[in-house]
């Protein structure tokens, strides 16, 4: 910086603080201005006190607007749903909450709109998915009263109802229950636990109300449900006869599809307070009028109902199923019932009834009475009779001690074929004796000509009478094993003890195996998955025909043999989508009939028995005649009566 610069900057530097000095201001001139801007301030807080003021008061003025129209609404509200509900409009308003029941068995939640079943969880299963099982699922049920009261129809599904404990959950306790008796009556009997109820209040005003009651029980499957009216009976319509309980909810998918599987066997029973049970049809849509009381209306799966259950019974239904489509992979079908309940208006009334949530065990259901047990298809009368004697009794035995129940469907074919053995032996001896005399017959047949039919059948039946042989003893062993086979024909698609349970490659016997799926469906019910006991069963039961076929002359109806081959073939198609411990029993039935036959062969010589034939026939013939020999000849000589009258016109 230059001497120029410095000397310039130095004189402006004093010309500002000689001008500051000369402008200072007088102490006369400093207060007054002091006293200016305190009266400046005084004003401005002045003007924000007044301005919040206004706030305020414009503040209050919008509340007590509001307030005036928050009354002006409610009031019209009141009204409104005083309008559609009467005396019941204190009920119309209101926050739905739940309160769950439980014990070792179940989880049954419940809500206060409408007081109704929510949800209902089966602890002790699950899904083919492994998810939890939930039998009644959430927002998937409608279950309420209907009923006009006061000129109003009222439905109890869209009232508030207010449980009369502070409690969300309520769990009842007992002592420890082994496996397999789960839900037994009779266990409970002798090892009591804790029961609980829950009050669902409905008020209708003036003391009046409705109450469901829910009463649930350690290790059952059943929770009491009644239904009391106090008070509501003076406000129903005095025309009313029926107050009508809806009942209805979308029937989830427990197991994997299969049309021979849950599909098959989803519909609703119903049972008569003095007659049998009937059902639904099961294959399509169905509905009925039902006028007689009924005991209890069944909503079933394949392995577990729902059932509601009088304890008297319901005056009055209608009960309609709706199918879903196979290829629904969430739900079954929807089922819903409109029950009749019969009301008096000059007397208070209480409603017994109870549910059932559970599985279809046999014996179970068999405790609780009343035909609940039929529930289960286990065919027709006698094959019904070898399932509930024999079958299930065997099963449920063997399961005492083996838990692995491959090898209790091996032990049980074991035994079931060591009872018909002595029948399969005499049915083996009279085909090898009916070989034995195929000279003889071949004789017969030569002798008599076509036209001389019955001529033929009493030289044949006199043949065997003579040598000791019944065209019937081959015939009889096999129509006593048939039942048998029937029998497991129904037992282990509906077993609910055989579902999920594992064995070899299957991963649930109650339903198919499958070691290869395809990316087709095979026509003809086959299915796109190949089931490698059904393919097992298949074979055997193939060579098991062949032998057969060696033993049996099919001379004089050629297209039986071919029919012999093409019914393995046939049942392959039906059993391949079949429970996979059908497929496996019947596998293992023809592996001990083809052993059986071996045996058999090797113990009979049947050059023996012919010369013992022979023998037989050389004897003196017997006077008496059988039976069986009476008839023949009765129709014989009815027959050539016949003939003789047409050939006299």
């Known amino acids: 910086m230059d001497k120029n610069t410095t000397i310039g900057l130095v004189l402006i530097f004093l010309v500002m603080i000689g001008f500051s000095y000369l402008n200072k201001p007088s102490q006369d001139e400093i207060e007054d201005a002091k006293r200016r801007r305190d009266s400046i301030e005084i004003v401005q807080r002045q003007m924000d006190e007044d301005l919040r003021e206004q706030q305020k008061k414009n503040e209050a003025d919008n509340q007590n607007s ?325 079958i299930i009794p065997t099963f449920n035995f063997l399961r005492r001690y083996i838990d692995n129940f491959g090898v209790i469907i091996l032990i049980l074919t074991v035994m079931i074929r060591l009872i018909v053995f002595p029948f399969t032996y005499k049915s083996y001896v009279s085909q090898a004796k009916m070989r034995a005399l195929k000279p003889e017959i071949d004789e017969i047949s030569k002798k008599y000509s076509k036209d001389k039919a019955m001529e033929k059948q009493q030289a044949t039946m006199a043949l065997y009478k003579k040598v000791g042989v019944s065209p019937m003893g081959g015939c009889l062993p096999m129509l006593f094993q048939f039942p048998v086979l029937i029998a497991m024909f129904y037992f282990f698609p509906g077993s609910i003890e055989l579902r999920q349970e594992s064995f070899l490659w299957a991963t649930d016997l109650s339903t198919y195996d499958s070691i290869i799926n395809l990316p087709f469906t095979v026509p003809f019910g086959y299915g796109s998955h190949v089931s490698l006991f059904t393919l097992l069963m298949t074979v055997t039961t193939v060579l098991q025909t062949r032998l057969t076929s060696q033993t049996q002359d099919t001379s004089a109806m050629p297209g039986m043999k071919y029919m012999m081959y093409f019914m393995p073939v046939f049942f392959m198609f039906i059993l391949n989508s079949y429970a996979s411990g059908l497929s496996y029993y019947y596998f293992l039935a023809n592996v001990f009939t083809i052993g059986q036959t071996y045996i058999i062969r090797r113990s009979i010589d049947e050059g023996k028995v012919r010369a013992q034939l022979l023998a037989n026939k050389k004897k003196p013939a017997k006077k008496k005649k059988s039976g069986f020999q009476k008839r023949l000849e009765d129709m014989q000589r009815k027959q050539e009566d016949l003939a003789r009258q047409k050939k006299k016109k």
């Open 66 to 390: 509001v307030a005036e129209e928050s009354i002006s609404d409610t009031d019209t509200d009141d009204a409104e749903l005083q309008n559609l509900y009467g005396d019941f409009s204190v009920a119309a308003s209101g926050e739905e909450e739940f309160v769950t029941l439980e014990n070792n068995l179940l989880r049954l939640v419940l809500s206060t709109k409408g007081g109704r079943v929510y949800s209902v969880e089966l602890k002790n299963y699950k899904r083919h998915d492994s998810t939890d099982l939930i039998l009644i699922e959430p927002e998937k049920a409608v279950h309420n009263l209907s009923f006009f009261a006061q000129n109003r129809n009222i439905k109890t599904d869209d009232l508030y109802f207010e449980p009369q404990v502070s409690l969300k959950k309520i769990t009842v306790g007992g002592p420890e229950v082994p496996v397999g008796r789960e839900g037994r009556i009779k266990f409970n009997e002798d090892n009591p636990g804790e029961s609980k109820e829950l009050v669902m209040r409905l008020k209708a005003g003036n003391g009046r109300y409705i109450d469901y009651v829910y009463t649930i029980k350690h290790n059952s499957y059943v929770v009491d449900y009644d239904i009391r009216i106090s008070g509501v009976d003076k406000i129903i319509n005095t025309n009313t006869g029926y107050l009508s309980l809806n009942f209805n909810y979308e029937v989830p998918r427990q197991e994997r599809p299969s049309k021979f599987g849950e599909d098959r066997y989803t519909t609703m029973y119903y049972k008569f307070k003095d007659a049998e049970l009937d059902k639904l049809n099961k294959n399509k849509d169905d509905e009925e009028t039902l006028n007689t009381p009924i005991k209890w209306i069944g909503y079933k799966q394949l392995f577990f109902s729902t059932v509601l259950m009088a304890d008297d019974a319901f005056d009055n239904a209608e009960i309609k199923s709706v199918k879903y489509d196979e290829d629904n992979k969430d739900y079954l079908a929807y089922f819903s019932s409109d029950i009749g309940l019969a009301f008096d208006s000059r007397q208070e009334r209480n409603y017994g009834m109870s549910f059932y949530f559970g599985p279809n065990h046999y014996q179970t259901l068999k405790e609780h009475g009343y035909d609940l047990e039929k529930l289960i298809d286990l065919g027709w009368p006698v094959v019904r009779e070898v399932n509930k004697f024999v």
